[in-house]
């Protein structure tokens, strides 16, 4: 069963000369059962408060819902969208662009999931909360413009999954705010979680917590403005974390938990504030933190296990200005250590 339905009531009632301060526009689509496949489209300008809805169960599945400008100028304000599967091959995207006050959610139960969303509205939501199977997600936020102008955008997105593939990516990038959480819970397949915030402007954080795990390995980009960034990767197996934070106030941690088996993890900021952080409770280990310029502080802490050829080893490079630093290794393999401060 097959649906694809555009906002042409909106476009006829503007025609006829009506208040566009009036106008709301509404779309749903169900379906229940074998080859699904739904695409709602909002492009007309303007659209006051539209809204978008699709829900799927069961079979192969597939949903599209599109809220974009219109000829003349932006969709808006206050645009939401929401696609909800449950079963089966999923596959989902939304995508909001000239917005104002966008708001996109997607939810897929079970199955070979994949879900994306991508927004250009000022501000702007997004969350993504896959159920069990193949997962990957990806959230995009990019900065409104309009003709010639880039305009501030605040951001916040969330990703949250829950048993087997995983696989999920946030870029915030040319946010003024941005706000970011990924959540991997008990996924036991290949892992991998990506934040990218950058573009100046006030707060970011972001956070990655990947329970479970398998293949582990998280990453955090952030550039200007006054950061934060933290992972957790409890139970882990492949691990690896790394966070790499570009000028201003910084502040960074990855914790590795209890059975760390193959750790790794990096932390790199320059320019300004600083902190850092980095604990790995057991197996392999390894660590480093670079910090070039200017308030710096640095700590690291890797307690236990190693082989794997002998491993453990940390390092800490800081350059110019405030320093301090710290390594704390306890029990098996080779160790090492180094400070290096200029």
């Known amino acids: 069963?097959?649906?694809?339905?555009?906002?042409?009531?909106?476009?006829?009632?503007?025609?006829?000369?009506?208040?566009?301060a009036a106008l709301a526009t509404d779309a749903t689509i169900n379906q229940t059962g074998v080859d699904n496949d739904a695409t709602i489209t909002q492009s007309v300008n303007p659209i006051f408060?539209?809204?978008?809805?699709?829900?799927?169960?069961g079979n192969l599945n597939t949903a599209t819902i599109t809220q974009g400008t219109g000829s003349g100028g932006a969709v808006g304000p206050a645009e939401t969208a929401s696609i909800s599967s449950t079963g089966n091959s999923n596959h989902?995207?939304?995508s909001q662009q000239g917005n104002f006050a966008g708001s996109a959610t997607i939810n897929t139960t079970g199955n070979n999931n994949n879900a994306a969303i991508t927004q250009d509205t000022n501000p702007n939501t997004a969350s993504i909360t896959q159920s069990g199977d193949s997962h990957s997600a990806t959230i995009s936020q990019v900065p409104f413009t309009s003709g010639n102008a880039t305009f501030f955008t605040f951001a916040t997105a969330a990703v949250n999954q829950s048993g087997t593939g995983a696989t999920a990516t946030i870029d915030q990038v040319g946010s003024f705010q941005s706000t970011a959480s990924i959540n991997q819970t008990a996924s036991l397949?290949?892992?991998?979680a990506t934040v990218n915030q950058g573009?100046?402007?006030?707060?970011?954080?972001?956070?990655?917590?990947?329970?479970?795990?398998?293949?582990d390995n998280a990453t955090v980009n952030q550039t200007g403005g006054?950061?934060?960034?933290?992972?957790?990767?409890?139970?882990?197996?492949n691990a690896t974390a790394d966070i790499g934070q570009s000028g201003s106030s910084q502040t960074a941690s990855i914790t590795q938990k209890l059975i760390a088996d193959g750790s790794v993890a990096q932390i790199t900021q320059s320019g300004s504030g600083h902190s850092g952080a980095i604990t790995q409770t057991g197996l392999n280990n390894d660590?480093?933190?670079?910090?070039s310029g200017t308030n710096h502080t640095a700590t690291i802490t890797q307690s236990g296990d190693a082989p794997n050829a002998n491993r453990n080893f940390a390092s800490i490079t800081q350059s110019g200005s405030g320093h301090t630093a710290a390594i704390n290794q306890a029990g098996g393999g080779g160790n090492s250590g180094r400070i290096n401060q200029n």
């Open 1 to 20: 069963m097959k649906k694809n339905l555009c906002s042409i009531a909106v476009a006829l009632a503007l025609s006829c000369g009506m208040s566009a």
């Open 49 to 57: 408060n539209a809204s978008a809805t699709i829900n799927q169960s």
């Open 92 to 94: 989902a995207t939304i």
């Open 189 to 192: 397949g290949a892992n991998q």
């Open 199 to 215: 573009g100046g402007g006030l707060g970011k954080a972001a956070s990655i917590t990947q329970n479970s795990t398998f293949g």
């Open 226 to 237: 006054e950061q934060s960034a933290t992972i957790l990767q409890d139970d882990s197996y």
């Open 287 to 291: 660590a480093l933190i670079l910090q």
